[in-house]
């Protein structure tokens, strides 16, 4: 089985895309599959046509010059259609698997129609709904009813839909997309790279400043959807119960400014440790610092639909969560089980939860064993990505 990804991005860049990318990729190549790799223009300006990193072979697809909205995206279009027409017509792969965003499948539908190879189409997210978290549309504007509309056509075209978790099928099959034309490909970890986390590295402590203190942590990047904001807006209240609590952000995102301003106006730059981004191999010895993580997402149509990697990563780890309780942390966290969840939005929610759960520790143990198990049986790569082997095997056969 030869599959070739058309992707929007890959490693060696870090977000939860590329990560999911790299651990799909892994995985499929353990089954005995052959993996192709195409990159949008949003990969940016590479050194080479073709990298490695690592042991993956990443193709590269030219970026075209800039230009206004609508005619920038035809030109990365283009740049894709071009690269993949080339890659395609060289390999004769079996399948054609594109990721989102929607500017990856309009080429793979092109090609797979010329050269009768199978289109599927994978959905982490919906364009027009990270469109609106970024500023650059508004929910229900011209754009955005433009752009879902493109996605659903494109859905509706291709052979077989993936999406990430159950927030996504639902919404599609409310498209009108056919259930059995939809497999959701949960989020998951490798269970393996990630060890239960032990005592804190102390020489990191201490550089940190976390002597002596209480951790409440968040890993990730800043976007406006997380709800940092809310978390620094709880902090005050819960210095006044715990005065060695710190809040320690690890990270770093377009918001990243705005949260270092926000603290400083509610006097907490002593209090909030901006830690920067950190290569991804270290991340455990964040986790390790940490005595809670926070995910206090804000509830929109992005987060009510889409679960996130980190959650899943903190109980691989052992780490307590306690997270909004928006659609995608609902899929992941079961309250009072493998955490806790508030609701949406509420300050004063998330600090009665925060300073319940430093209350009660003795829960702990409990928690951290039921996020622990949940992740080894049930969000594993390897059970995950079993679930494209019958599509693709189908859509193969019929091809």
Not at 164 to 173: F, K, P, T, V
Request: glycine share 8%.
């Amino acid at each position: 089985m030869r599959i070739l990804h058309i992707l929007d991005h890959s490693i060696p860049l870090h977000s939860g895309y590329t990560f999911r990318t790299e651990a799909i990729l892994r995985e499929q190549r353990a089954r005995g599959w052959e993996t192709l790799h195409l990159t949008s223009p949003k990969q940016g300006v590479t050194a080479e046509a073709v990298e490695m990193v690592g042991n993956l072979k990443f193709h590269r697809a030219r970026v075209p010059p800039p230009g206004p909205a609508g005619i920038h995206e035809w030109r990365q279009i283009k740049a894709t259609f071009a690269r993949l027409a080339e890659l395609a017509a060289t390999y004769r792969p079996d399948i054609l698997h594109a990721h989102s965003p929607v500017l990856t499948a309009i080429p793979a539908l092109w090609v797979g129609k010329k050269l009768s190879i199978p289109v599927v189409y994978e959905i982490r997210a919906f364009w027009e709904d990270a469109a609106v978290d970024h500023g650059t549309t508004n929910a229900g504007s011209l754009r955005y009813r433009a752009t879902q509309r493109i996605e659903t056509e494109v859905a509706r075209r291709a052979a077989h839909v993936f999406t990430i978790c159950e927030g996504l099928r639902a919404d599609l099959a409310a498209r009108g997309i056919p259930g059995e034309r939809i497999t959701v490909i949960p989020n998951a970890v490798d269970v393996k790279s990630f060890r239960l986390a032990g005592r804190a590295d102390p020489g990191l402590r201490r550089r940190l400043g976390l002597e002596d203190a209480t951790v409440i942590g968040f890993i990730g990047s800043f976007y406006a959807y997380e709800g940092l904001d809310l978390l620094l807006d709880a902090l005050p209240g819960l210095l006044a119960g715990h005065p060695g609590l710190r809040a320690l952000l690890v990270g770093g995102g377009p918001q990243e400014k705005n949260l270092a301003a926000q603290a400083a106006r509610l006097g907490l730059s002593d209090k909030v440790i901006f830690a920067g981004r950190v290569p991804h191999d270290e991340v455990s010895h964040y986790y390790s610092q940490t005595d809670l993580l926070v995910y206090p997402r804000h509830s929109m149509r992005l987060t009510e639909l889409v679960t996130p990697l980190k959650p899943l990563e903190a109980m691989a780890q052992g780490r307590v969560c306690v997270a909004s309780d928006v659609g995608g942390h609902k899929e992941l966290i079961r309250d009072g089980e493998t955490g806790r969840l508030f609701r949406a939005g509420d300050v004063d929610a998330l600090r009665e939860a925060v300073a319940d759960l430093l209350a009660h520790r003795e829960r702990w143990p409990a928690m951290k064993k039921a996020g622990r198990h949940f992740v080894e049986k049930e969000r594993n790569w390897k059970r995950s990505v079993a679930n494209y082997a019958p599509v693709y095997e189908r859509l193969a056969r019929a091809k």
